[in-house]
C-alpha cells in the first residue's frame, strides 16, 4: 500500500536516471560516460574533506557558479531539447557540456600554473585525459538523445571560457593577498585549511614529512 502518494504525480530526479537502448552497446558505455559529472562532485567532496585544501574549495566554488550561470542561460533562452521526455528543463545551453569542460579547462590551466611534478608528462597525461573525458561526455548528450549538436557545442564554450574565467579570478585573488588573508581568519585555522600551491613539490615534500615522521616514531620505539 502506498502512502502520501494519493492525488499526485510521481516524479523521478533524472541526475542519475539515464535513458539508453540496451542493444547497443555504445549507448550503454555512454549512459555510464555521462553520469561523470556526478562522479566529479564526489571527488570535490571527498579532496576538500581529505586535503582541507584552498584549491579545491575555489575549483568546486567555480563549478557551482558554473551552473548558476548554465540555469539562467537556459530560463532566459528557453529552447526545448529535441525530446522533451528526456531530462528535464530547458536544452540550451547542455549543462552537462558546460559542467565538463569547465572542470577540463579550469583544471587544466591550474595543473600547468600551480601544481610542480617530478616528471613533466604526467601533466600531459593528465591534461589528454581532462580533455578526453570532456569530449566524451559531450557526445554522449547528443547520442543518447538528450541534447542538439549546437546546444552541446554552446554548453562547451561557456564551460570553457568560465573555467578560463574563473582561472583568472583565482589567480588574481592569490596575487592580491585575499586568499593568504582567508587562511589568517580564525575558522580557516579551526578547519585546518591550507594553500600549497606555493610549495615546489607538493606530492613530495609530504613523502619527505612522513618518512621524517615515521624515523621519529621509530627511533622513539626502539
Keep these: 500500500?502506498?502512502?502520501?502518494?494519493?492525488?499526485?504525480?510521481?516524479?523521478?530526479?533524472?541526475?542519475?536516471?539515464v535513458y539508453f537502448n540496451p542493444l547497443d552497446k555504445v549507448s550503454y558505455?555512454?549512459?555510464y560516460i555521462t553520469l561523470a559529472p556526478i562522479a566529479i562532485l564526489?571527488?570535490?567532496a571527498s579532496a576538500i574533506v581529505s586535503?582541507?585544501?584552498?584549491?579545491?574549495?575555489?575549483?568546486?566554488l567555480g563549478q557551482l557558479t558554473n551552473e548558476a550561470v548554465n540555469y539562467v542561460l537556459k530560463e532566459t533562452i528557453e529552447?526545448?531539447?529535441p525530446h522533451v521526455?528526456?531530462?528535464?528543463?530547458?536544452?540550451?545551453?547542455?549543462?552537462?557540456?558546460?559542467?565538463?569542460?569547465?572542470?577540463a579547462v579550469y583544471?587544466?590551466?591550474?595543473?600547468y600554473k600551480y601544481v610542480h611534478l617530478d616528471h613533466s608528462?604526467?601533466?600531459?597525461?593528465?591534461?589528454?585525459?581532462?580533455?578526453?573525458?570532456?569530449i566524451l561526455v559531450s557526445i554522449s548528450r547528443i547520442y543518447l538523445g538528450y541534447h542538439t549538436l549546437n546546444q552541446v557545442i554552446i554548453g562547451s564554450l561557456v564551460g570553457s571560457l568560465f573555467g578560463l574565467i574563473w582561472y583568472i579570478i583565482v589567480k588574481s585573488l592569490h596575487a592580491i593577498g585575499i586568499i593568504k588573508a582567508i587562511l589568517e581568519t580564525s575558522i580557516a585555522r579551526k578547519l585546518y585549511l591550507k594553500d600549497m600551491t606555493f610549495i615546489d613539490n607538493a606530492a613530495r615534500w609530504e613523502y619527505e614529512q612522513w618518512l621524517q615522521e615515521r624515523k621519529k616514531i621509530t627511533e622513539k620505539n626502539k
Excluded at 586535503?51 to 568546486?60: K, N, Q, S
Excluded at 521526455?85 to 572542470?103: A, K, N, V
Excluded at 583544471?107 to 595543473?111: A, C, F, P, T
Design 1 to 17: 500500500m502506498s502512502i502520501g502518494h494519493e492525488g499526485h504525480g510521481l516524479a523521478s530526479i533524472s541526475l542519475t536516471h
Design 29 to 31: 558505455a555512454f549512459a
Design 42 to 44: 564526489v571527488f570535490y
Design 51 to 60: 586535503r582541507r585544501e584552498m584549491a579545491g574549495i575555489l575549483m568546486l
Design 79 to 81: 529552447q526545448e531539447r
Design 85 to 103: 521526455h528526456l531530462g528535464d528543463g530547458y536544452g540550451m545551453p547542455s549543462s552537462h557540456s558546460q559542467f565538463i569542460w569547465y572542470f
Design 107 to 111: 583544471g587544466i590551466l591550474y595543473l
Design 121 to 134: 608528462i604526467w601533466k600531459l597525461l593528465a591534461s589528454l585525459g581532462m580533455s578526453t573525458l570532456a
